[in-house]
């Protein structure tokens, strides 16, 4: 199993540009979630999923969306690139029913974002 | 709501001496709680967890943590730590209806010297 995957790994934006970042999981997992990641700040939830089609917010969701059509799959989209959005951004996934629900998240490599 | 502090943002020790990172948390509902490690440009990895049943969890390289009701908390120690246990440790809760809504603390940098 490869795990929780992201593309890209870097990525360097203008303000005002938008972009996609992608995230795949092959466990099965039925919850999904985004974080971004700050020094000194932890991490602070984004946006996650809890199956297909179903998303909600989280700590921080301004500028972001989010969709899930699959169960492997849950881009995370910036509409409008703003310094602020600087950060390191993690996917994670949890819960199979099928592999005994698994409560702790697995984590992605993360994608580091500058935005200029 | 739920939220998670980390009482210490750095912690430096010498290598084979204790340490103890410390963790509280608040929450309105049931939560489980978790230690996660994270080493340079990675992403995090699970050290351990406590779902329910003894308080006291140990993970594979020698870590444990106990989780304490009445104080809401849930430290993280090591009798004897290796250069190799440098890195970031983040203490985190989940709601037990919601796995994929996790609240951690801002992490403990534990760096550890020769």
């Known amino acids: 199993n490869a795990g929780v995957t992201q593309t890209p790994k870097f990525q360097v934006l203008k303000t005002g540009q938008s972009m996609t970042l992608q995230c795949a999981q092959d466990?099965?997992?039925?919850?999904m979630s985004w974080y971004r990641q700050d020094p000194g700040m932890g991490l602070r939830l984004i946006h996650y999923?809890?199956?297909?089609?179903?998303?909600d917010q989280g700590e921080v969701p301004n500028g972001y969306n989010v969709s899930r059509s699959t169960t492997e799959d849950f881009p995370l989209r910036l509409l409008s690139a703003a310094p602020s959005q600087t950060s390191v951004y993690f996917c994670a996934s949890s819960y199979s029913k099928e592999r005994g629900y698994s409560y702790e998240q697995y984590f992605g490599p993360g994608t580091r974002l500058t935005v200029t | 709501a739920q939220s998670v502090t980390q009482l210490d943002s750095q912690v430096p020790v010498f290598e084979e001496a204790p340490v103890e990172l410390r963790c509280n948390y608040s929450s309105s509902v049931s939560v489980y709680l978790f230690w996660y490690v994270q080493y340079p440009n990675q992403g995090l990895q699970l050290l351990l967890k406590y779902l329910s049943g003894s308080t006291l969890v140990e993970s594979i390289n020698g870590f444990e943590a106990e989780f304490n009701k009445s104080q809401t908390s849930f430290h993280l120690r090591k009798p004897s730590v290796h250069i190799s246990d440098t890195a970031e440790y983040f203490c985190a809760v989940s709601p037990r209806t919601n796995a994929g809504k996790s609240t951690f603390g801002d992490g403990t940098t534990l760096t550890v010297k020769p």
């Open positions: 999923s809890v199956g297909a089609g179903i998303t």
């Open positions: 466990m099965n997992h039925e919850y």
